[in-house]
């Protein structure tokens, strides 16, 4: 059992370069999230998912986009590299359908966009 | 606008001294409040808590929630080298998709 693994672990982008970071998890968790984490700041939920097929924005969500077409899949799509997307990136999974849930991190992954 | 705000922004102790941090938080429902700790890569879980008067404890952490004044927080006590890391806190506003909104996290630095 990996729990939530993502990839790569780093990545440099020139700006306007697309690139596509990997989710997966392997608890069977309906709900995977999608945060960003800028230098000395929290995470901010980017976009996040219910469950195969549906998918919703966050709080950040401009220059991004996810898709979800199983449930161990959860991957984020950043189409025209830009410097503000410079960031750590964290995928999380959790278990519960509404009620009290915790969520379970990836080990992220580091971007940097010259 | 549901926030969480945590305080000290940063705190740096000598090892087995007592460290309290703090979270306390605005939202529009209340369903749980994590704290997870970061070291170098994702956080890890502490706890959860969704009661007021409470205490969850683990080894040398324990935390404690206070729903009419909107706070936790979270002790540790003979602290060492290995506590130092960005401690996180989250709130659940409720909702079916476990959304969570964090703090800026309070970083420990524990001296030897």
């Known amino acids: 059992n990996a729990g939530v693994t993502q990839t790569p672990k780093f990545r440099i982008l020139k700006i306007g370069q697309s690139m596509t970071l990997q989710c997966t998890q392997d608890?069977?968790?309906?709900?995977m999230y999608w945060y960003r984490q800028d230098p000395g700041m929290g995470l901010k939920l980017i976009y996040y998912?219910?469950?195969?097929?549906?998918?919703d924005k966050g709080e950040v969500p401009n220059g991004y986009n996810v898709s979800r077409s199983t449930t161990e899949d959860f991957p984020l799509r950043l189409e025209l590299a830009a410097p503000s997307q410079t960031s750590v990136y964290f995928c999380?999974?959790?278990?519960?359908?509404?009620?009290?849930?915790?969520?379970?991190f990836g080990p992220g992954t580091r971007l940097l966009v010259l | 606008e549901d926030k969480v705000v945590q305080s000290p922004l940063s705190l740096v102790v000598h090892e087995g001294d007592t460290v309290t941090l703090n979270c306390s938080y605005e939202v529009t429902n209340f369903r749980s409040l994590l704290w997870y700790k970061q070291e170098k890569k994702a956080p890890t879980f502490l706890f959860m808590l969704?009661?007021?008067?409470i205490e969850k404890k683990s080894g040398r952490l324990s935390s404690i929630l206070d729903k009419k004044e909107l706070f936790s927080i979270l002790n540790i006590t003979a602290t060492q080298t290995g506590d130092s890391a960005i401690y996180l806190c989250a709130v659940d506003n409720g909702g079916a998709t476990n959304k969570l909104i964090f703090g800026t996290g309070t970083l420990l630095a524990v001296q030897p």
């Open positions: 998912s219910v469950g195969a097929g549906i998918t």
């Open positions: 999380a999974s959790s278990m519960t359908s509404g009620g009290v849930g915790t969520q379970y």
């Open positions: 969704t009661s007021s008067g």
């Open positions: 608890m069977n968790h309906n709900y």
